[in-house]
Structure formats: C-alpha cells, structure tokens
C-alpha cells in the first residue's frame, strides 16, 4: 500500500520543523560558508563545499515538492 500525499507530507513537515534537523542543516551550511569565506580553501574544498550546498537545497526542494503536491491534492478535495 502506498503512503498517503497527506501522510508524507506530515512525516516532512515534521521533520522540517524538528529542531535538531534544523540544527543539523545549518551546521553543515555553516561549515561551507566557513570554506568559502578561508582564503586558504583549496579549489577541491570550495567545489566540494559547492556540491554539499547544493545537496542541501535538494534535500530542500525535495520537501517542498511534498508541500506542494499536498496542496494542489488539497485544492482538488476542497
């Protein structure tokens, strides 16, 4: 059995809203920006500072995508 756009996208928006999920994602954005802001980073370190960032807005859009599935599901049920 399938989940339910509705299920899913409450076990996301919990997890959007869970403080240590919040901390984690913005300890390791910090940690890029520490890379991109060293004069020192070498240019491996700044593309993989780069790739980490990127992966962090999918990990982002991932959720979004629930979020809006939801609400188109809901403006159809309505």
Sequence with gaps: ??????????????????????????VVADRQIDVFLDASSSTEAIDEARSIVLALKQVEAVMQSVFDAEAVFDKHNS
């Design 1 to 26: 059995m399938t989940e339910s756009i509705k299920d899913k996208a409450l076990r996301y928006r919990n997890l959007a809203k869970d403080e240590t999920f919040q901390e984690v994602m913005e």
